[in-house]
């Protein structure tokens, strides 16, 4: 398969990036910064350098163009102000999901947050950052053009995956390693009884593959 990352210098995208590229599939990660394309090599990545805060539908639809999946793992950041949530978690979501239609790619996976919600109430910057994603999260559900799935991770963590996850429509608050949520996604994508699906991913005692196959058959 070749998949295409938004947000490919992310913790998790270069997880993931690194799972794809180990078993053979090609991956490709979308970046900002060209300075960041020598670690998206190190883990087996095509890097992609464009600005998903200026590019046009059509410039991201090149990326994209026969990709077999599209993965939203974008983000302004934990040190950005409230414009970036709009302009990043949000507009880069949409214009994403706009530009996998345009490349006729229906396999759309997206790295969201617990909690995440269009009606969120709140002025603080994580705030807008919950209502952003939850607006993008809003309109990925919206498209017939899609094949989607939304995964909301927990508090996300540093710690060694241990390969045992709780995955539910709602599993409630907890922690989960990136390696963890970075393995899920592979899953996922390998899974395509699981569009339609919005989850909640949280450390747990059911190996993912298993917990994965389980949530598809539901």
């Known amino acids: 398969m070749r998949i295409v990352i938004a947000g490919g210098h992310g913790q998790i995208a270069l997880r993931l990036e690194r799972l794809l590229a180990a078993r053979g599939d090609e991956a490709a990660g979308i970046i900002r910064n060209p300075g960041q394309s020598d670690d998206l090599r190190a883990v087996g990545a095509e890097p992609v350098v464009l600005d998903l805060e200026s590019a046009t539908v059509d410039e991201v639809a090149e990326a994209l163009r026969g ?84 995964l909301r991770p927990g508090m996300l963590t540093n710690d060694a995956g241990t390969g045992q996850v709780l995955l539910a429509a709602s ?40 917990a994965v196959k389980d949530i598809a058959g539901n």
């Not at 949530?85 to 239609?101: N, P």
């Not at 950052?129 to 498209?143: H, I, P, Q």
């Open 67 to 150: 990709a077999d999946a599209a993965v939203f793992a974008a983000g302004a950041g934990p040190n950005s102000g409230t414009a970036r949530k709009d302009t990043v978690d949000r507009g880069a979501a949409v214009l994403f999901a706009d530009a996998a239609e345009r490349a006729g790619v229906r396999r759309y996976v997206v790295v969201s947050s617990m909690g995440a919600d269009p009606d969120h109430a709140g002025d603080e910057v994580f705030d807008v950052y919950l209502r952003a994603k939850g607006e993008a999260d809003a309109d990925v559900r919206s498209r017939s053009g899609l094949d989607w799935t939304i």
């Open 171 to 210: 599993t409630g608050r907890g922690p989960v390693p990136r390696d963890d949520v970075a393995a899920t996604l592979v899953e996922l994508l390998d899974t395509p009884a699981t569009a339609g699906l919005t989850l909640e991913l949280i450390s747990g005692n059911v190996p993912l593959t298993v």
